[in-house]
């Protein structure tokens, strides 16, 4: 059963960079099936997504984050990886890896969640 | 302010049938598949139904999904206790190359 998990640091001083991993563990990152993304929720708020990426490398991001954001893949580990720099208050927020399939845009597999706090 | 539109709260008591809208445009609604999620306290989003109206195995069939030009709905009928949740619709957005989410809704089962 395919499963996904966050990991990084849940504080991050203002002005820093947010590091998050992905693991995936029960299926392989590689398919050519699947996208794999993150989506982040503030507390008390709805969903954004931040981006995506495919096994290949290949990214979209959310133009409102784009200029901050990049994602990478290792497929040698089954993961993939979001960074943000730059953050505020603002970004402070429960932070999810998702498997996306391709052609849908449908986020079918989450991750539990990370909640980043954005504090010096 | 969220791509999509969904009223913040709804409710109704047990057994009732509620529904749950979301308005888009053609950029998004309009021209590609809704999926809806369900997410109870304290957990992640789960997909309630997928491709407007198809629903995963394992939701049970009290959940239906509908689409109609610009504008989506989810209906719940026999409400039970264990349906509170926020429920957020979903798509494809053509003009931002990236799928969009409704704000939300909350649902109370009173």
């Known amino acids: 059963q395919l499963q996904l998990q966050e990991s990084g640091p849940g504080l991050v001083r203002p002005s820093e960079t947010l590091s998050l991993t992905c693991t995936v563990s029960?299926?392989?990152?590689?398919?050519?099936?699947?996208?794999w993304g993150w989506i982040r929720q503030p507390p008390g708020e709805g969903l954004e997504w931040i981006g995506s990426?495919?096994?290949?490398?290949?990214?979209y991001y959310n133009p409102s984050l784009k200029r901050r954001v990049t994602i990478s893949v290792d497929t040698s580990k089954n993961q993939f990886s979001l960074k943000m720099n730059s953050v505020t208050a603002a970004d402070t927020a429960v932070y999810y890896c998702a498997r996306v399939i391709v052609g849908t845009g449908r986020f079918d597999c989450w991750g539990q969640g990370t909640l980043v706090t954005v504090s010096s | 302010q969220s791509v999509l539109t969904q009223p913040p709260s709804a409710s109704g008591t047990p057994g009732q049938r509620v529904t749950i809208s979301c308005s888009g445009s053609s950029s998004n609604i309009g021209n590609n598949a809704v999926n809806w999620y369900q997410q109870l306290p304290g957990t992640a989003p789960k997909v309630l139904i997928y491709t407007n109206n198809q629903r995963p195995s394992g939701v049970p069939d009290r959940f239906s999904g509908s689409k109609s030009g610009t504008s989506a709905s989810l209906a719940i009928s026999g409400l039970q206790s264990e349906d509170e949740a926020d429920y957020y619709c979903?798509?494809?957005?053509?003009?931002?190359?990236?799928?969009?989410f409704g704000g939300g809704t909350k649902l109370t089962v009173l």
């Open positions: 029960g299926g392989s990152i590689s398919s050519t099936s699947y996208y």
């Open positions: 990426i495919y096994y290949s490398g290949s990214t």
């Open positions: 979903a798509t494809w957005d053509d003009s931002l190359s990236g799928p969009v």
